[in-house]
């Protein structure tokens, strides 16, 4: 199967204010836009099959500046959480809702008024990253790399599924502004082969050809490395 980066927006105004954006059309800060240059040098080369991105301004204005070649695609199920009458709010305020804690501790149970539950939330962004990813692996073929531009929340629901952990274990996951994070869906189990990765080369993230990956007395693409194995490059 294919290879999906998933790439949180660089850090806007309401991230330097501690506010909760939501689906406000908040825009990148200074620091955000030289966020999103730097992730797009580490980009540069990379044999992209797709790039795909959240409506909301602040993934469109990352991808501009990254990856200013590329069309991307809106994809409706990336959008942040619908927060509803959380939107806009400070964070230290919203620490005083009895919403709260359910929020951190029993995500998968938080309902937020006027908007979305967080159960909902990753249901819609784990249903488009699987579609997307198999349109792309059967235009593409299994070497296919692909880019997905979206929001905090999203990425940590997205990243909850691939290890297979409950939803309310997603807050123990980090996604900082512009960071990649890589997972390699296959047919028995997803792989997530890069975590909240802000510097580093990405090249070993393009898979080799299958002649290199698959060998017919070797492992299936779905079994893990017991041990550990030798790495991208081994």
Not at 140 to 160: M, R, T
Request: glycine fraction near 10%; hydrophobic fraction near 45%.
């Amino acid at each position: 199967m294919a290879t999906l980066l998933l790439l949180r927006h660089g850090r806007t105004t309401a991230n330097a204010e501690g506010g909760l954006a939501g689906r406000q059309p908040v825009e990148l800060d200074d620091t955000g836009r030289a966020q999103a240059d730097a992730v797009g040098q580490r980009l540069r080369g990379l044999p992209l099959s797709a790039v795909v991105t959240s409506p909301l301004i602040r993934c469109r204005q990352t991808l501009e500046l990254a990856l200013p070649q590329a069309t991307p695609v809106v994809e409706e199920g990336l959008i942040e959480c619908g927060y509803g009458a959380w939107e806009g709010q400070p964070l230290k305020k919203l620490a005083k809702e009895k919403l709260w804690p359910v929020v951190q501790q029993h995500p998968s149970a938080a309902v937020f008024p006027d908007g979305e539950s967080m159960a909902q939330m990753s249901a819609r962004a784990v249903a488009a990253v699987r579609a997307w990813d198999a349109r792309i692996t059967a235009e593409h073929g299994p070497e296919a790399v692909w880019l997905a531009c979206s929001h905090g929340d999203v990425i940590k629901a997205i990243v909850a599924d691939a290890l297979g952990v409950h939803l309310d274990l997603f807050q123990r996951i980090v996604a900082d502004p512009a960071s990649l994070t890589a997972i390699r869906y296959t047919p028995l189990r997803p792989f997530l082969v890069r975590l909240n990765d802000t510097g580093g080369d990405l090249a070993s993230l393009v898979p080799p050809p299958a002649r290199r990956r698959r060998r017919a007395t070797g492992p299936a693409d779905s079994d893990a490395a017991v041990g550990g194995g030798a790495g991208a490059t081994g």
